[in-house]
């Protein structure tokens, strides 16, 4: 009898277990998907745009755009869509940049004057934030603060079988709080290799490279939910509360530093980092070349936000309007807005891929890049 009841504890402690959800955040349930019934039509912005753009963002009244030529890399323009400046050229000096900056989620600092300063990451030196309204009266990038913080960090494992010691390079993306690059909400990408964890998905809050606290996501993680979790972080314009959709799955996170509220909204039904998570299997692509390489065979989910006052918008390609396209992956997307309490509000269907994209507020207007046409589009939300 006393054999009958462990056996019986056992397995009840197990299902228990199985049952608890490995999820840390509370999960707000809401349905988003295929609820657009308007389509927008862009119109084509047409200016001296330069090469190979890689961001765009509003800025008070100017239109800036970050670019992967190799000097003047930085453009800004009127809202008349006039040239007004063109700096930040590649080079080894303080307002130079070893390597094409990048601008991470487009965010835009202040300083105690209230003057715009654009943080860039240099990946071979650190962040460099450019003061733009001196830049653009000195006709050159004015560097406003820097530090060596890098968007990659490179760790040694040693590998079990063969002893050979491994060098993994884990992204690190992260935005600035307070309107300092010295205090900043980073997110450690994950990185498994041969189903073997090297690195799980941590976001921590730290304040001149100590950090001050960590935020977990999932109680234990699994080698399966690298295929699933992550995306990029997008910050409130004026407050320190940070969104991150999934790029591979229906959920939007929520991080509410200021408040210390941390939450997650879910598309009710949809797949679960609780269920049982199906297994990828990259599919073989060839090259022009003749060669192969391997691609994930799904498509994206969320993919680029930008942000208002009261609510931002996002990008979604996992709705039957883009799926039902010939080549979903280059598809047109769906338009989906939430409040920052993660209420779904709206959504339309938008006529055109989307690859950067970013809101002038004060106009209610939408520029969005396409990089598979080279063109800028710009909606009117205003309607």
């Known amino acids: 009898m006393r054999k009958f009841a462990l056996v019986l504890v056992t397995v009840l402690l197990v299902l228990s277990c199985k049952n608890q959800s490995r999820f840390l955040l509370d999960v707000k349930e809401v349905d988003f998907v295929n609820k657009s019934d308007v389509t927008l039509h862009g119109t084509e912005v047409v200016a001296d745009w330069p090469l190979d753009i890689s961001n765009i963002a509003v800025c008070d009244?100017?239109?800036?755009?970050?670019?992967?030529?190799?000097?003047n890399m930085f453009y800004v323009y009127s809202d008349e869509l006039e040239l007004k400046g063109r700096f930040c050229n590649r080079g080894r000096a303080r307002n130079e940049f070893a390597s094409?900056?990048?601008?991470?989620?487009?965010?835009?600092?202040?300083?105690?004057?209230?003057?715009?300063?654009?943080?860039?990451?240099?990946?071979?030196?650190?962040?460099?934030?450019?003061?733009?309204?001196?830049?653009?009266?000195?006709?050159?990038?004015?560097?406003?603060?820097?530090?060596?913080?890098?968007?990659?960090?490179?760790?040694?494992?040693?590998?079990?079988?063969t002893g050979f010691r491994n060098r993994i390079t884990i992204a690190i993306r992260n935005l600035f709080l307070d309107n300092d690059i010295n205090r900043r909400f980073e997110y450690y990408n994950p990185v498994v290799i041969d189903d073997v964890i090297y690195n799980e998905p941590r976001y921590v809050v730290t304040q001149d490279t100590t950090q001050v606290k960590e935020i977990r996501l999932l109680s234990r993680f699994e080698a399966l939910d690298f295929d699933y979790v992550g995306g990029n972080l997008y910050k409130h314009p004026s407050r320190n509360l940070i969104v991150q959709p999934f790029r591979n799955m229906d959920y939007i996170m929520f991080f509410d530093l200021d408040n210390d509220r941390n939450f997650a909204v879910h598309q009710v039904g949809s797949l679960s980092l609780d269920d049982d998570l199906p297994i990828v299997e990259d599919i073989e692509v060839r090259r022009d070349d003749g060669t192969l390489s391997y691609k994930?065979?799904?498509?994206?989910?969320?993919?680029?936000?930008?942000?208002a006052e009261s609510f931002f918008m996002v990008t979604y390609y996992s709705g039957d309007y883009t799926l039902g396209q010939p080549d979903p992956e280059n598809g047109a997307p769906e338009l989906l807005f939430f409040d920052w309490d993660g209420n779904f509000l709206k959504s339309v269907k938008l006529?055109?891929?989307?690859?950067?994209?970013?809101?002038?507020?004060?106009?209610?207007?939408?520029?969005?890049?396409?990089?598979?046409?080279?063109?800028?589009?710009?909606?009117?939300l205003s309607r």
């Open 351 to 380: 006529d055109s891929h989307v690859s950067r994209m970013t809101y002038d507020e004060k106009n209610q207007l939408l520029y969005v890049v396409d990089f598979s046409t080279d063109r800028i589009l710009r909606y009117d």
């Open 61 to 71: 009244s100017f239109l800036l755009v970050l670019s992967g030529e190799e000097n």
């Open 100 to 161: 094409g900056p990048a601008w991470f989620s487009t965010q835009i600092l202040r300083d105690a004057r209230g003057d715009a300063i654009i943080p860039l990451q240099d990946r071979m030196i650190g962040v460099k934030a450019i003061d733009l309204q001196r830049s653009l009266e000195a006709q050159s990038a004015v560097i406003a603060a820097q530090n060596d913080f890098k968007s990659i960090n490179i760790i040694e494992r040693r590998d079990e079988n």
């Open 296 to 307: 994930d065979p799904r498509t994206d989910h969320f993919v680029e936000v930008a942000c």
